[in-house]
Structures are given as structure tokens and as C-alpha cells.
């Protein structure tokens, strides 16, 4: 536990720092940025809780979280939780659902011929 605890705290850390801060056109910062680091981590479901969290934040504007989602195998449920919240603030998303076909791109088909048999096409393409 203290492992994880120190690296996530290395993160906060710098994210702390006030040179790294996102500012307005008039030097001061553009939000009011209050990141603090973790004094302990009670057991391995906190330090899970808090690496996740973490990876959310550094994630989120990247493009990547979704691939991190998928390889966690936690994609079906993060977005489906997501699309349930957000079916009751947009009429466009009621009855929308992530497929976990979704998760798996379709192989070329010139690599499949390539392989003389080894790959198949993923299910569903």
C-alpha cells in the first residue's frame, strides 16, 4: 500500500505545484485548484479507488480512458453507469447502452489472409 500511495502522491504533487496551473489571460489562475495528497491508504480496495481516480483525472481530456476502460474490462460498466445518469438530463441518450462489441476493432482483413488461417475476425464484423 504505501507503494501505490507514494506514486499517487507524486502525481498530486505536481499537479499541486502552482507553475503548472491553467491560467487566464490575466496570469491568475483559472480555477481554484485545492490538490492535496493522501496521508495513508486504509487497505488495497482504497488504494484501487484512489490509482482509478487518479487515472480518471490524468485520463479524461486525452482520449485514452476509453482503451483503459476496455483493458480493465470495466468499459460495459463505467459508461453504461454514465449513459443511465445522463438518459435523465438528455431525452437523445433514453435507451442507450455501450455494447461491449464495442471493444474490439475489427481485424483487416489482409492480416487475417496473412495469417493463413491463425486470426479470425473478431465476432460481430
Known amino acids: 500500500m504505501e507503494t501505490a500511495k507514494t506514486l499517487v502522491n507524486r502525481v498530486r504533487e505536481r499537479v499541486a505545484n502552482p507553475l503548472n496551473y491553467v491560467r487566464r489571460n490575466d496570469g491568475k489562475p483559472a480555477a481554484n485548484y485545492a490538490v492535496g495528497v493522501y496521508s495513508s491508504f486504509l487497505d488495497k480496495d482504497m488504494d484501487i479507488k484512489a490509482v482509478d481516480f487518479e487515472e480518471r483525472i490524468e485520463l479524461a481530456l486525452d482520449g485514452h480512458r476509453f482503451f483503459e476502460l476496455v483493458r480493465k474490462g470495466k468499459a460495459s460498466q463505467v459508461l453504461n453507469a454514465y449513459l443511465e445518469v445522463e438518459s435523465t438530463k438528455c431525452s ?32 460481430g464484423y
Open 92 to 123: 437523445h441518450l433514453t435507451g442507450a447502452s455501450f455494447q461491449p462489441t464495442a471493444e474490439v476493432y475489427p481485424i483487416p482483413q489482409d492480416i487475417i489472409n496473412l495469417s493463413r488461417g491463425v486470426l479470425v475476425q473478431n465476432p
